[in-house]
C-alpha cells in the first residue's frame, strides 16, 4: 500500500551565501557556466545523486538535491566535491535545510528576499537559467520541477504584490548611483565591458540609460563581443589585445567567468598612469572577482567589487523592513498551499490503497466463509456479501474522513504512514494457518450498496 511520500521523496538544500562566507572565500567554490554540466555528472557517478540544481552567483553557490537520502556529512561534502581541494573548511559552515525550509529557503531567494540586496530581480534569472541547465542534463525529475516551478510563481507573486524590487535596490541600479557621484555628466563618458556576465550586462543597461553613449566591448569569445557591441550601439575590442583601450575607459564593468583575476596591480598601473590620474570607476561584478584588491589602492581608482556594491543596496532597504515582512507572509502562505497540495496528492493513493487492502481482506474471508456454507442460494450469498461490503466501509468511514482532512492541513503524511503500517501486512489471499489456499474470485463490492455517510462510491 502506498501512502505519501517516502523518505526518499525530500528536498535538501546545502549551501554557502554572503552571510556565512565573504567574497574571497565563495569565489573558492563558484562555479563556471562550463563547469555545471561536469559537476551534475560527477554527482550522479560518485553519490549516484538523481535530481539535482546547481545555484552559482555571486551571492550564493547552493545545491538543490531532490529524491535523495543523504546525511548531513555526505550533503556537505557535495557542495565541495568539486572544489574538493580548495574550500573544505567551508563546509563545516555550510547551511542544510530539508522538506519545507528547503522549499522555504529556495521560495525567498527566488523572490529576491535571501538577498543582501532585498528585492533584486536578478537572482531570479539566474536560478531559472540554473534550473534549465540541469533540466536539459536531465537531473530535474517531479520534485524539482514541481517546487523550482512553484517558486517562480511565488517570486512573481511577491514581486507584484509588494514594493522591494522599487527604486535603486539592485547592483546595477547602485552601480549607476557610485557613477554619478564620481562622474557628473555621464554623456561624455566612456565605458569598457570585460565579459559577458548577466550582471554586467545589467549594469550597461542601466548605464545607458542614464546617458552613456560611447561603449566597448571585450570578451574572450569574438563573436559575443560583436553581438553585444551591437545591442548597445558600441564597438568590439579584442580580449588579448585591450590595454591600448584601458585608458580610454572611465568606467570599467568587469563581469568574466575567469578563474584568475583580468586586471591584475602591474596593468592597472600604467593605466592610471596615461590617465594621469583622471578618476576611473572600476565595478568588478565577477565571482572569482577579475580586479586584483591592490588595484583600488591606487591614485584616482575607484574600485567596487560585489559586496561593496550590495552593502550599499542593503543600506537602501532598511527602512523597508515593512516590505520585506511582507514579501516573507507571503511566502509563508505559498508555502503553506504547495505543501497542502503535495499531501492531498499523496493521499488520494493511501486512501485508495486503504479501502482496496481492506475489501480485498474481506472478499478473501468471504469466500473462505462461503464454502462452509455450500447450500445457501444465490439470493442469500448475495445478501451475505452485501453485509459485509456495509461494514468494511462503515469502518473505512472515519479513517478516510480523517485523513483528508490531516490531507488538506499539510499534516496528512504521518497519518498516511501509520495507515500503510497497520495494514500493510501479508498478503490478503494468504491462508491462515492449516487451512488450503482459497481459489481467485471476483472481489468488486456489489454496487450501490454503500448506504449514508459510509465510505463507498468514488472515493
Not at 482532512?405 to 503524511?413: K, L, T, W
Request: aromatic letters at 4%.
Amino acid at each position: 500500500m502506498t501512502a505519501g511520500p517516502s523518505p526518499r521523496d525530500t528536498l535538501l538544500v546545502v549551501g554557502v551565501n554572503h552571510r556565512v562566507a565573504p567574497i574571497e572565500e565563495r569565489e573558492l567554490i563558484a562555479f563556471r557556466p562550463e563547469d555545471l554540466p561536469g559537476a551534475l555528472g560527477l554527482l550522479r557517478e560518485r553519490y549516484s545523486v538523481r535530481e539535482c540544481v546547481i545555484v552559482s552567483t555571486c551571492n550564493r553557490v547552493e545545491l538543490y538535491l531532490g529524491a535523495t537520502e543523504l546525511d548531513d556529512p555526505v550533503a556537505r561534502e557535495l557542495l565541495l566535491a568539486w572544489h574538493r581541494e580548495m574550500a573544505r573548511s567551508l563546509g563545516e559552515r555550510a547551511y542544510l535545510y530539508r522538506g519545507g525550509e528547503a522549499a522555504r529557503h529556495l521560495f525567498e531567494v527566488a523572490a529576491g528576499l535571501d538577498s543582501m540586496v532585498v528585492g533584486e530581480t536578478e537572482v531570479l534569472g539566474q536560478i531559472k537559467d540554473a534550473y534549465g541547465l540541469a533540466t536539459a542534463q536531465g537531473f530535474v525529475g517531479p520534485l524539482l520541477h514541481s517546487v523550482f516551478q512553484r517558486a517562480f510563481q511565488v517570486a512573481r507573486t511577491v514581486r507584484t504584490r509588494t514594493g522591494l524590487s522599487e527604486g535603486r535596490v539592485s547592483v546595477p541600479g547602485v552601480a549607476v548611483a557610485f557613477a554619478r557621484r564620481i562622474f557628473e555628466d555621464l554623456r561624455e563618458k566612456v565605458v569598457l565591458v570585460v565579459g559577458g556576465g548577466r550582471m554586467g550586462r545589467l549594469t550597461l543597461e542601466n548605464l545607458i540609460a542614464e546617458g552613456v553613449r560611447s561603449v566597448l566591448v571585450a570578451n574572450r569569445t569574438r563573436e559575443r563581443a560583436e553581438a553585444l557591441a551591437r545591442e548597445v550601439g558600441g564597438t568590439a575590442v579584442p580580449f588579448d589585445g585591450m590595454d591600448p583601450f584601458l585608458p580610454l575607459a572611465d568606467i570599467i564593468i568587469c563581469s568574466t567567468a575567469s578563474p584568475k583575476p583580468v586586471l591584475c596591480g602591474d596593468r592597472m598601473r600604467g593605466v592610471a598612469r596615461q590617465r594621469r590620474h583622471r578618476p576611473v570607476l572600476i565595478l568588478d561584478i565577477a565571482v572569482p572577482r577579475d580586479v586584483e584588491p591592490a588595484v583600488g589602492e591606487m591614485d584616482g581608482v575607484f574600485l567596487y567589487d560585489i559586496d561593496d556594491l550590495e552593502e550599499v543596496a542593503a543600506e537602501n532597504m532598511e527602512h523597508r523592513s515593512e516590505l520585506l515582512e511582507a514579501g516573507r507572509e507571503l511566502v509563508r502562505q505559498e508555502l503553506e498551499r504547495f505543501q497542502a497540495e503535495r499531501v492531498a496528492r499523496d493521499a488520494d493513493p493511501a486512501i485508495v490503497a486503504l479501502r482496496e487492502r481492506l475489501h480485498q481482506l474481506r472478499a478473501a474471508e468471504l469466500e473462505r466463509v462461503l464454502r462452509t456454507l455450500p447450500g445457501l442460494d444465490p439470493q442469500q450469498r448475495v445478501a451475505i456479501e452485501d453485509m459485509t461490503v456495509r461494514l468494511v466501509n462503515k469502518i473505512l468511514h472515519r479513517p478516510m474522513e480523517v485523513l483528508r482532512e490531516e490531507a488538506a492541513s499539510g499534516d496528512g503524511a504521518p497519518l498516511a504512514a501509520a495507515l500503510q503500517q497497520l495494514f500493510a501486512g501479508d498478503h490478503p489471499e494468504a491462508p491462515m494457518a492449516g487451512e488450503p489456499r482459497p481459489p481467485a474470485m471476483d472481489r468488486t463490492p456489489v454496487r450501490g450498496q454503500a448506504g449514508e455517510g459510509e465510505a463507498g462510491g468514488g472515493d
